[in-house]
């Protein structure tokens, strides 16, 4: 099983930008495919992106698209999400995940993942 450690989480202004970082331990991090999911306080938790074990594909939701990239580093086991443009509503507590299968309707679910970190905070203040 691998163990997951997000950071990067803060307090910015609504426009700036931040990156978040996923550190994995225990198992082979290139054979995990991995996503980035947030939840915000009293809503469901939802998704925000993924990536493959490569990194050569990735998916978005539509609210993050254009202004969030995530990546990763295969040979340091670290994900990332740079979010740029941030808004007010991407305040959340995120999460990274890692899975073991790639398609759409899997890495876009929270149940497509088995494993995952506490969480960082972002708040995006207006």
């Known amino acids: 099983q691998v163990q997951l450690v997000e950071s990067g989480g803060g307090l910015v202004q609504a426009g700036d930008s931040l990156r978040l970082s996923c550190a994995a331990s225990g198992r082979t991090f290139s054979s995990y495919v991995m996503g980035w999911f947030r939840q915000a306080p009293g809503k469901e938790r939802e998704f925000v992106a993924a990536?493959?074990?490569?990194?050569?594909?990735?998916y978005y939701a539509d609210s993050v698209k254009g202004r969030f990239t995530i990546s990763r580093d295969n040979a340091g086991n670290t994900l990332y999400l740079q979010m740029n443009s941030l808004k007010p509503d991407d305040t959340a507590v995120y999460y990274c995940?890692?899975?073991?299968?790639?398609?759409?309707?899997?890495?876009?679910?929270?149940?497509?993942?088995?494993?995952w970190g506490q969480g960082t905070q972002v708040t995006v203040s207006s």
């Open positions: 995940a890692a899975g073991t299968r790639w398609a759409v309707h899997l890495v876009a679910a929270a149940a497509g993942y088995d494993a």
């Open positions: 990536i493959n074990w490569s990194g050569y594909n990735t």
